[in-house]
């Protein structure tokens, strides 16, 4: 048995975990490029319209958001409008599709149970990022095909989806190190530090007498207010055997 054993029972495992997940992302970011081109043809349907775009993407607040326009046709538009949200998005499904079949199975206890059989050491991992990999691939080719079926250049499809596509795996690859080569405790054992810190920094704050309440009055002697108009105070006078301190009325 080497460290890739069960590789693929694993990513077989994941892709049926991840039946219905992994579609809707897919779909949803192949999709996004095609619908924003489709909305310039109909926006800026010739040249002359195009041309009036150019001093509006120029604002320094859509520089800041987007960056710079490349090239004032459809193409140009679609890749400055939609590239960074697609940037965003398939970093965060790459991410979370990496650490959800490794730590997070870890906690869960099923890891465990796996390692239990015939599964190599970087089995796991690998399949994580196998998963990752297909979906970053199908995104791709979707991409393409539906930016061609718009009448866009296959040369700019080819390359927004390929950037798309190896920003996705960069994220991946960025999940991985750290779940390669460090542990990180249970979500159990989080909470618990985290709750233990929170009652430390309450009880700093709050006065004790805030969680245990107001001393007893002394059995038999809480009366109202006394003959001359004042009311009666209770002050510590000592402690029992036990500890406990005993306390008096004073008028």
């Not at 975990?17 to 992994?22: C, S």
Request: net charge positive; glycine share 10%.
């Amino acid at each position: 048995m080497n460290a890739f054993t069960g590789t693929g029972p694993l990513l077989r495992l994941a892709l049926r975990l991840d039946r219905v997940r992994l579609p809707i992302w897919v779909l949803l970011l192949a999709i996004s490029p095609t619908a924003t081109a489709a909305q310039y043809q109909k926006l800026y349907p010739d040249e002359q319209s195009l041309q009036l775009v150019s001093s509006v993407v120029s604002n320094a607040s859509l520089v800041a958001l987007n960056g710079p326009l490349f090239g004032v046709n459809i193409g140009g538009l679609t890749a400055w409008k939609i590239g960074v949200t697609e940037f965003i998005l398939i970093g965060l499904m790459s991410l979370l599709t990496v650490v959800r079949h490794t730590r997070t199975e870890e906690e869960t206890g099923r890891l465990e149970l796996l390692g239990a059989t015939v599964v190599g050491r970087y089995a796991p991992l690998t399949a994580a990022l196998l998963t990752a990999a297909l979906a970053n691939v199908s995104i791709v080719v979707l991409i393409v095909l539906f930016l061609a079926s718009t009448g866009l250049p296959m040369a700019g499809s080819v390359a927004l989806a390929l950037a798309i596509g190896l920003c996705g795996l960069v994220f991946a690859a960025v999940a991985a190190v750290p779940i390669g080569i460090t542990e990180r405790p249970s979500t159990h054992t989080v909470s618990r530090t985290r709750s233990s810190r929170s009652a430390n920094r309450m009880r700093a704050r709050v006065p004790v007498s805030e969680f245990t309440g107001p001393p007893p009055p002394a059995a038999g002697r809480r009366r109202g207010r006394s003959a001359a108009g004042t009311a009666p105070r209770a002050s510590a006078a000592g402690s029992s055997g036990c500890g406990c301190p005993q306390w008096t009325v004073a008028a």
